[in-house]
């Protein structure tokens, strides 16, 4: 289709990330991200620009690789991160009137979280440590450069090998650059947050749980110079995010206190205070956006003002919106949102406004400025405008369908050029998790296909995250049962439509979607195509060989593997490969420690020795997450085979 959106839109999209509000809310500085397409290499610097003056943003940096920026609570100083000649992430300091940046920390394992002090004068750090070879996995001294793995979690995707490796949090001197760890015990530290006086640090750690097969963690509280750690979340299994009251008496947290419901799918608002009983101050019709598992960074900002209001990122029902929290009289108020997705947010100090990414379905990022007491926002950036007018997106139509008396979730991607007297080939496609969602954001598949000619159907079938605890946990056992029910309902429905060539179905999906296109095509023969991504496909080996196997698969998948066997191999999509009759192409990253490539040579070989035509595509040097972060043309490799197996087949 003529001006469509095809796979080179990795080159030519530009993304903005990370920006930060100054303590006065005049500017914001944010990272922008673009891909040099002689040399096929991703580029960032820092942007700045005004609120209120509808400026064009400024390069404040030079890049190449600059990003994660950061105003100083006086608004003298931004820190960010800057690759030293190793390629190792360290901070570098830079004045907000301008001139050269100064590098100011050497971590040897670079750095992964920075949060200013309240004066100005430290800077707390999230910094990998090695621990002696007694203490976990280590590389042997002899010549053989043979592995020592102890414990289970000697790997983490996107990362490799981690081996002894624990994150720490250290102090930072802004003056001298002088650095004081404060945290030694085994496991990870992360999720650093000063309170008012800067005498304290309150941090996220699983050091106290048996982190080798539970994904739990605790809140803790430090002397900023250093001291024994304080745990304050007693009762909560997992907990995100903490953010001080602006008395110093009482800190608020992301957090779960169901073992099946981790803060990152389904979490609940808690005021944490020493001595006492965790108190939730939310339910469960919203979910704060927390991130990833021991990822804090990819998780948004909270922040406690003087009135007793919390303002944060949270998603309904797959919308995402600015909410004002009352802690005074419990009442969770929208300030902004429900017709794009709010993410990566900073505040001002005093909480009257607020900048972040936003995303549409029509959009795939800029930067706003939320006005936290009359909800108006300024868009920053357009940076895509003049891609986006020549390569128009689809439009998308969100309805219900019926899942055994539920409300489930859908959206159809809406060729630009669509005719409704025509008939259109449809692909289904299923997200990742299970506990994730679609979100009226930009998601390249999807506008990939249906800017091609195709209807695209995305559906949040039960396990889906957003739309309460019950909903989230209503697969958990049961993958492959009534959430493909779900899927397929809206299939179905959407099928019956006069526009819809029901001969030419595709499916595709990746992760935990990859898992359930390969469970449906074991299980119904209507569908002409299917790409699977990253998949696991055989619940058994998947327990042993992902990096997540014991502490997600045992409550995904009903206990150990010895425990659950019956249900492992029931649920696994390997054990109806003999079934087959799609047409299937298997897309996966060599280094995905996640789902690993082992899941696709088993199903490969599996639908091969079936005579069931299948293909396998290899991306080298890819983890899990490459699709959002990997290597470009390797990228752009992925939609390419994705399309051409579509036109192939429907």
Known sequence: ??????????????????????????????????????????????????????????????????????????????????????????????????????????????????????????????????EDESDGQEFTKDASK???????????????????????????????????????????HWSPSWSPDGTRIAFVSDMENDRDIEDSNAAYVISSEGSEPEKWSHGLITVERPVWSPCGNKIAVFGSQDPKADVWSQGWIYVLQVDHLPSRVTDDSIKP??????????????????????????????????????????????????????????????????????????????????????????????????????????????????????????????????????SYPLVLTIHGGPHSAYYDDFSPTQQVLATNGYLVLAVNPRGSSTYGLDFMKSVQEDWGGEDFRDIMAAVELVSSRSYVDEQRLGITGYSYGGYMTAWAVGQDDRFNAAVVGAPCIDLTSMYGTSDIGVSFGEIEWGGTRQQGLDG???????????????????????????????????????????????EFVRFPECSHGFLRSGPVDMRREYFSRMLDWFNRYL
Not at 146 to 170: A, M, P, T
């Open 1 to 130: 289709m003529e001006n469509s959106i095809g796979p080179d839109h990795v080159y030519e999209l530009v993304t903005v990330k990370e920006p930060t509000i100054s303590p006065d809310g005049s500017s914001v500085v944010f990272t922008r991200g673009w891909v040099e397409k002689d040399s096929l290499k991703s580029h960032s610097q820092l942007m700045i620009t005004a609120t209120g003056f509808s400026e064009i943003p400024s390069p404040f940096t030079s890049g190449p690789k600059d990003s994660n920026p950061t105003y100083s609570p006086d608004g003298k100083f931004i820190a960010f991160i800057r690759p030293d000649e190793n390629e190792i992430r360290q901070i570098w300091l830079i004045s907000t009137m301008g001139g050269e940046a100064q590098r100011l920390s050497s971590f040897s394992y670079g750095v992964q979280e920075m949060i200013w002090s309240p004066d100005a004068t430290q800077i707390v750090v999230v910094s990998d440590v090695a």
């Open 146 to 188: 043979v592995r020592v793995v102890k414990n289970i979690r000697y790997r983490e995707d996107g990362l490799g090998w981690r081996g002894s490796l624990y994150r720490q949090i250290f102090v930072l001197d802004v003056s001298s650059g002088g650095t004081n760890q404060v945290t030694f015990a085994k496991g990870d």
């Open 289 to 422: 956006q927390a991130g990833y598992s021991g990822a804090a960074s990819s998780a948004t900002r909270i922040i406690w003002n003087k009135d007793d209001n919390l303002f944060m990122v949270a998603d309904a029902q797959s919308k995402s919106y600015v909410y004002k929290l009352s802690l005074r009289n419990g009442s969770a108020e929208r300030v902004v949102g429900g017709r794009e997705e709010w993410s990566a947010i900073s505040f001002t100090p005093d909480a009257d406004k607020a900048c972040s990414v936003v995303s549409t379905d029509s959009s795939p990022s800029d930067i706003a400025v939320v006005d936290l007491m009359s909800g108006e926002v300024e868009i920053l950036t357009n940076y895509n405008r003049v891609y986006l007018e020549k390569h128009k997106p689809a439009s998308v139509e969100r309805f219900i369908s019926k899942g055994n008396g539920l409300n489930i979730d859908c959206r159809l991607y809406i060729p630009p050029d669509f005719d409704s007297s025509a």
């Open 568 to 614: 492992y191999l029931k649920h696994s999509p390997i054990t109806y490969a003999d079934r087959v009759n799609t047409p299937v192409l298997l897309l996966h990253g060599e280094q995905d420690l996640r789902c690993p490539i082992s899941q696709s040579e088993q199903y490969f070989v599996a639908l091969r020795r079936a005579r069931v035509h299948a």
